[in-house]
């Protein structure tokens, strides 16, 4: 059983162009939370997706940043017009179950963001 | 008071040695209790959950004080390969994650 996938592992932007991050989840788990760590600062959290349904975007910017988990392939989480301060590493997780977020979480290998 | 604090450290110890890692949260409603392990450059891992009697896991010890609000964890006769970051994960609603407390055994 393939662990959860990120992709691209590593991704440079300039200032103004979109990046998009890929987040194939466990086998057999519909739900995927994404994370952003910032330099020198712990995991925060961002959204949490279950399939076609947002369920709690709380900890996601208001401008910009947009995700998804469609019915097929994996959950996308969209930054539109990248600034230098999104540089970081995302980190998507996955469960099995629903409802309890208290669920163990499985964790990608991260996407490192650069925006020059 | 921010909601799961966790001294950066660095702690570096020698190998054999025990240590020990605290984490304080605020939000007394919390149920559930995390260590993970970060590896540099890696994404965070489970290490072990923690249960209000306490658990052990080989080397491993973690504990929780829900009078005091803080969790820890014990690592006895630590090996180089304990050396990585150690976040503290405390999810009353979502998983609030410390920033982690860096460990360096070192020969």
């Known amino acids: 059983n393939a662990g959860v996938m990120q992709n691209p592992r590593h991704l440079v932007r300039r200032r103004g162009q979109e990046a998009r991050l890929r987040c194939s989840p466990m086998?057999?788990?519909?739900?995927v939370y994404w994370y952003r760590q910032l330099p020198e600062e712990g995991l925060k959290f961002m959204v949490y997706?279950?399939?076609?349904?947002?369920?709690?975007e709380s900890g996601m910017p208001k401008e910009r940043f947009s995700a998804e988990f469609p019915k097929e392939g994996p959950s996308i989480l969209r930054i539109q017009q990248v600034v230098r301060g999104d540089s970081a590493a995302y980190f998507c997780?996955?469960?099995?179950?629903?409802?309890?977020?208290?669920?163990?979480?499985?964790f990608g290998p991260g996407t490192r963001l650069l925006v020059l | 008071r921010k909601e799961v604090e966790q001294d950066p450290g660095p702690f570096n110890v020698p190998e054999g040695a025990t240590v020990a890692f605290n984490c304080t949260y605020s939000?007394?409603?919390?149920?559930?209790f995390f260590w993970y392990r970060q590896d540099c450059r890696k994404e965070p891992k489970l290490l072990m959950s923690?249960?209000?009697s306490g658990n052990e896991d080989g080397r491993f010890t973690a504990q929780l004080n829900r009078a005091s609000q803080y969790i820890s964890l014990l690592i006895r006769d630590s090996k180089l390969s304990d050396s990585a970051t150690y976040l503290c994960?405390?999810?009353?609603?979502?998983?609030?994650f410390g920033t982690g407390t860096r460990l360096q055994v070192f020969p």
């Open positions: 997780a996955s469960s099995p179950l629903g409802g309890e977020r208290q669920e163990t979480q499985y």
């Open positions: 086998k057999g788990h519909s739900h």
């Open positions: 997706l279950q399939k076609e349904n947002i369920i709690d």
């Open positions: 939000n007394s409603a919390s149920q559930s």
């Open positions: 923690v249960y209000s």
């Open positions: 994960v405390v999810d009353p609603l979502e998983l609030i």
